[in-house]
């Protein structure tokens, strides 16, 4: 597993693990904007823990980290940087239904590490994990931009009991690898 993968993972763990799921879940409940607004900082607060900065809503990407910026250019970012190499994008969709676009555009896009997290309806006889990954996969293979020196991270997350996310991976091998569920990401 690459280094900033496995950090990625553990950070993320112990943020959502710090902010107690079952707060996490209720928030979920009441709403896309309340929980988008809850969710979002603590995304921001992986970046530094694992020695990055972060940026929110950089080029239409929801997240990026990064190390490096450009130290000479007059046009400013709202934050004032612009990264030269995106080591992170992470890309949060509340609806399941448009995650096949965050894929994509993911997709069209370098960084060490890309990540989709995004939020299967339990009850919904469609979105099961086989038919998900199913059109997920095909998407990949269309595209065939994954190179060997990235990695592709689908959080799943469940309104359920704890815990509420199922890390997966895409491999070189054009398949997805459970990884984890959120509990066990130690």
């Known amino acids: 597993m690459s280094g900033i993968k496995k950090e990625f993972i553990k950070t993320f763990n112990e943020i ?3 902010n107690k799921q079952k707060e996490l879940r209720d928030i979920w ?13 603590l995304i921001l607060k992986i970046a530094p823990l694992i020695k ?3 940026t929110y809503s950089y080029w239409s990407l929801d ?11 007059n046009y400013n970012l709202k934050d004032g940087k612009w990264a030269k190499k995106i080591n992170v994008i992470i ?4 609806e399941i239904e448009k995650s096949c676009e965050e894929i ?3 997709n ?9 997290i995004t939020y299967p309806k339990n009850n919904a006889r469609k979105y099961t994990k086989e038919y998900i990954f199913k059109l997920y996969e095909s998407i990949f293979k269309e595209m065939n931009v994954v190179d ?3 990695s592709f991270l689908i959080l799943l997350g469940y309104d359920r009991e704890l815990p509420i996310y199922d890390f997966y991976e895409w491999d070189n091998n054009k398949k997805f690898l459970n990884m984890l569920s959120f509990s066990k990401a130690n």
């Open 16 to 18: 959502i693990n710090n």
């Open 29 to 41: 409940r009441k709403g896309k904007m309340n929980f988008t607004n809850f969710i979002s900082p």
């Open 52 to 54: 990055m900065e972060s």
């Open 63 to 73: 997240f990026i980290f990064y190390n490096d910026v450009f130290e000479n250019i």
């Open 91 to 94: 890309e949060h969709e509340n």
């Open 104 to 106: 994509i555009k993911l």
């Open 108 to 116: 069209l896009w370098k960084a060490d590490l890309k990540v989709l």
């Open 148 to 150: 060997e020196n990235e």
